[in-house]
């Protein structure tokens, strides 16, 4: 439906339903059932479509004659005087104004809409934030006055207390580097070295660094290749071997004992290829997985802090495969396992 009527539309069918309210109360107090209406029901469908179209009528003419008087007004002030109006153009531009209003209407609503969305993921990113900086420092600081106020002399037990303040020390620095990174991606400030490689040799590099990791953390890390030839695709090398580390070991947090990290690299067409990095552990559930690339979000709230890291594994894969102008995908299912898949511009041959 037009939105010119759109108005007129939604209070004809408000004055309706208020209207049926009322002499269905009515009714049933004074007579203590509905039947009569039920048995005259043609009767009551015809008088109540007739009130929908009468409201609509007037309302839909008070609109306009509102509007109309408006813009005459408006009009008279612009126009030199003894310049007669012109109707004809005058009802074109109440049309039109009205059309106009009605979309900045429904536009304004949509950006009200977006403001509360940002204004609540602002509040939860500070709230995240806070948190993941009080932890470690509160642990530094706890060690460190430990030692101040004890007056600790075993050399053994000041070592053990400054090793773990240290380890906080490292995670505050860890999280201050991210988020360093992830705003220089937004602002621009950082570039890319876009260079040809072979997208093969750079993940049997990653499976032979990750290997050890892989053992101590009970799982199989495989790298699944059907082509012998190079695979040569664009894109940074660091940066990629950074997000192909941070997928590879976020498999690992959320493995299973005796568990599966595969990398297949699969080709979407001429240009593009997929990387895919998948396992078999816990899974996440669906409604997770919008939010999986913010920053700080957790989907185990109460997951230990302890296994190092900043948090931001993720919002940084998402910054630097955009950075690339490539897509990443996640596909989920609890306790069934992850798919983190990646796309990159394939070099012709």
């Given at each position: 439906?037009?939105?010119?009527?759109?108005t007129?539309?939604?209070?004809?069918?408000?004055?309706?339903?208020?209207?049926?309210?009322?002499?269905?109360?009515?009714?049933?107090?004074y007579?203590g059932s509905?039947?009569p209406?039920?048995?005259?029901?043609?009767?009551?469908?015809?008088?109540?479509?007739?009130?929908?179209?009468?409201?609509?009528?007037?309302?839909?003419?008070i609109?306009?004659?509102?509007i109309?008087?408006?813009?005459?007004?408006?009009?008279?002030?612009?126009?030199?005087?003894?310049?007669?109006?012109?109707e004809?153009?005058?009802?074109?531009?109440?049309?039109?104004?009205?059309?106009?209003?009605?979309?900045f209407?429904k536009?304004?609503?949509?950006?009200?809409e977006?403001?509360?969305?940002?204004?609540?993921?602002?509040?939860?990113?500070?709230?995240?934030?806070?948190?993941?900086?009080?932890?470690p420092?509160?642990?530094?600081?706890?060690?460190?006055?430990?030692?101040?106020?004890?007056?600790?002399?075993?050399?053994?037990?000041?070592?053990?207390?400054?090793?773990?303040?240290a380890?906080?020390?490292?995670?505050?620095?860890?999280?201050?580097?991210?988020?360093?990174l992830?705003?220089?991606?937004?602002?621009?400030?950082?570039?890319?070295?876009?260079?040809?490689?072979?997208?093969?040799?750079?993940i049997?590099?990653?499976?032979?660094?990750?290997?050890?990791?892989?053992?101590?953390?009970?799982?199989?890390?495989?790298?699944?290749?059907?082509?012998?030839?190079?695979?040569?695709?664009?894109?940074?090398?660091?940066?990629?071997?950074?997000?192909?580390?941070?997928?590879?070991?976020?498999?690992?947090?959320?493995?299973?004992?005796?568990?599966?990290?595969?990398?297949?690299?699969g080709?979407?067409?001429?240009?593009?290829?997929?990387?895919?990095?998948?396992?078999?552990?816990?899974?996440?559930?669906?409604?997770?997985?919008?939010?999986?690339?913010?920053?700080?979000?957790r989907?185990?709230?109460?997951r230990n802090?302890?296994?190092?890291?900043?948090?931001?594994?993720l919002?940084?894969?998402?910054?630097?495969?955009?950075?690339?102008?490539?897509?990443?995908?996640?596909?989920?299912t609890?306790?069934?396992?992850?798919?983190?898949?990646?796309?990159?511009?394939?070099?012709?041959?």
């Amino acid at each position: 439906m037009n939105q010119r009527f759109s108005t007129a539309l939604q209070l004809s069918l408000l004055i309706v339903i208020v209207f049926s309210l009322i002499v269905g109360i009515t009714f049933y107090l004074y007579e203590g059932s509905l039947d009569p209406l039920f048995q005259a029901t043609n009767y009551v469908v015809i008088c109540l479509l007739a009130l929908f179209i009468l409201s609509f009528v007037l309302i839909q003419m008070i609109i306009e004659n509102f509007i109309l008087t408006k813009v005459k007004s408006l009009y008279q002030d612009l126009l030199p005087t003894g310049i007669p109006l012109n109707e004809d153009s005058l009802q074109k531009d109440v049309i039109s104004i009205t059309q106009s209003l009605q979309k900045f209407a429904k536009e304004s609503k949509l950006e009200i809409e977006l403001l509360k969305d940002k204004e609540n993921y602002r509040r939860e990113f500070i709230g995240n934030l806070a948190h993941e900086l009080k932890t470690p420092m509160f642990t530094v600081q706890g060690f460190i006055l430990t030692l101040l106020d004890n007056d600790v002399t075993d050399e053994k037990t000041v070592k053990k207390y400054l090793k773990k303040a240290a380890n906080g020390v490292d995670r505050l620095g860890f999280i201050i580097k991210d988020l360093d990174l992830i705003t220089q991606f937004e602002t621009g400030v950082t570039t890319l070295n876009v260079e040809q490689f072979d997208i093969a040799d750079l993940i049997k590099d990653i499976v032979e660094m990750l290997e050890i990791k892989a053992k101590k953390s009970g799982v199989n890390l495989q790298f699944n290749s059907n082509q012998d030839s190079p695979i040569m695709v664009l894109g940074d090398t660091e940066r990629l071997t950074q997000v192909l580390t941070n997928l590879v070991i976020n498999s690992f947090k959320y493995g299973v004992e005796n568990g599966t990290t595969e990398i297949e690299i699969g080709e979407l067409n001429e240009t593009k290829i997929l990387v895919r990095v998948i396992d078999n552990g816990k899974g996440i559930a669906e409604e997770h997985l919008p939010r999986l690339f913010e920053r700080f979000y957790r989907v185990e709230k109460t997951r230990n802090r302890n296994e190092g890291g900043s948090g931001l594994g993720l919002a940084i894969v998402k910054h630097i495969i955009e950075a690339h102008n490539e897509k990443i995908f996640v596909e989920s299912t609890p306790k069934v396992g992850s798919e983190f898949s990646f796309t990159l511009s394939r070099v012709k041959a």
